[in-house]
């Protein structure tokens, strides 16, 4: 058994010794433990502009169980864990965030009910004390929309996750640029498990999830599993047509009672209320045609510059 431990790196260089001494203990004490035979820890360096990529390659050239994949230019979270994710050589991968706020302590619990079935184990925080009460509320507000609208997700997971080898392969097979893989793992089917943990604050840096990539994830997230809000349109719609025609109606037999106001009001007031409403939707509307010529021109996910230590290792140069 061979585990894989994914860590996206966005601009970490202050905690990436911190989490290679950590799980480098832990993971030797698995091995002992006889939970794992062997392991590789794949790290994916989006594009940073600091000593990211340097400390990498440091630990690259010191441990050939450190593995390190370099982005281009920054290509965001989720597709660097989808590059690690599809180079993970492991029975089962482990992704994480380079921050150490996912504790890379209850691995071991996911390791077992891996091994006890499971092919994908969530990881799902206890609650969000420590969070911002703007972090908190946007993010419990965005879980409950996205669940109302139909879409399959795990309450307070984020990427914190483990995959069995067939639910990997599954994974691989999807071509989609618009990601959002805590919607895309509950809808890939397979027998998961759940393990709760508690979520530590971050060990050093700050957040690279600023509010506007957070609105843009959520705007990704919602967009890119329902089309509900389509739906939506078509709704609203109608009960306006119908509550156009009741008020038709109303205006001919008010004028046939002899009774009817020459009125501003009960014309310019419906310009303003299907200006607004057609504008709304118009936007939802393209919402989803952006989405389609993201999806139609096919462009590649992530562009990697640099592999270390990999088979197809290039060490840097072009391949
Ligand atoms: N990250 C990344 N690319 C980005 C933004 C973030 O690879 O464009 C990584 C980041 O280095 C971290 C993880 O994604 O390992 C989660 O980001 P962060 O901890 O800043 O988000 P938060 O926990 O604050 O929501
Ligand atoms: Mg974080």
């Known amino acids: 058994m061979k585990l894989s431990v994914v860590i996206p790196c966005f601009n970490e260089e202050q905690v990436i010794d911190e989490v290679y001494g950590r799980l480098k203990i832990l993971l030797?004490?698995?091995?002992?433990?006889?939970?794992?035979?062997?392991?590789?820890?794949?790290?994916?360096?989006?594009?940073?502009?600091?000593?990211?990529?340097?400390?990498?390659?440091?630990?690259?050239a010191s441990d050939k169980q450190i593995k390190a994949i370099s982005f281009s230019g920054n290509f965001g979270h989720q597709p660097a864990l989808t590059a690690g994710l599809h180079h993970a050589e492991g029975d089962m991968a482990v992704s994480l965030d380079a921050d150490l706020q996912d504790p890379p302590e209850i691995i071991e619990q996911m390791i077992i009910r891996c091994r006890a079935g499971a092919d994908i184990v969530?990881?799902?925080?206890?609650?969000?004390?420590?969070?911002?009460?703007?972090?908190?509320?946007?993010?419990?507000?965005?879980?409950?929309?996205?669940?109302?609208?139909?879409?399959?997700?795990i309450y307070n997971h984020a990427d914190y996750r483990m995959l069995s080898r067939p639910a990997l392969e599954a994974f691989k097979t999807y071509g989609e640029v618009n990601r959002f893989l805590r919607g895309m793992f509950p809808a890939?089917?397979?027998?998961?498990?759940?393990?709760?943990?508690?979520?530590?604050?971050?060990?050093?840096?700050?957040?690279?999830?600023?509010?506007?990539?957070?609105v843009s994830f959520a705007v990704e997230g919602i967009t890119s599993f329902t089309n509900?809000?389509?739906r939506l349109a078509s709704v609203l719609g109608f009960i306006n047509f119908a509550a156009a025609a009741v008020l038709g109606l109303w205006a001919i037999a008010t004028k046939l009672k002899g009774g009817a106001v020459p009125g501003w009001a009960s014309?310019?007031?419906?310009?303003?209320?299907?200006?607004?409403?057609q504008l709304m939707f118009i936007g939802i509307l393209s919402e989803y045609v952006g989405k389609i010529y993201m999806e139609v021109k096919h462009r590649p996910l992530f562009i990697i510059r640099e592999k270390y230590n990999f088979d197809d290792d290039n060490h840097g140069k072009s391949p």
């Open 228 to 230: 509900f809000p389509l």
């Open 28 to 60: 030797n004490s698995y091995i002992e433990k006889q939970l794992i035979d062997d392991y590789e820890v794949i790290y994916v360096d989006d594009g940073s502009s600091d000593g990211t990529l340097s400390a990498l390659k440091r630990l690259a």
């Open 122 to 153: 969530y990881g799902v925080r206890q609650d969000r004390k420590d969070d911002t009460f703007f972090k908190r509320t946007t993010a419990v507000a965005f879980y409950k929309f996205m669940t109302l609208m139909g879409v399959n997700i």
């Open 188 to 214: 890939m089917g397979f027998k998961h498990s759940v393990v709760t943990y508690k979520r530590e604050r971050r060990f050093a840096g700050t957040t690279k999830y600023p509010l506007k990539k957070m």
């Open 267 to 277: 014309i310019v007031l419906p310009i303003y209320l299907f200006g607004g409403i």
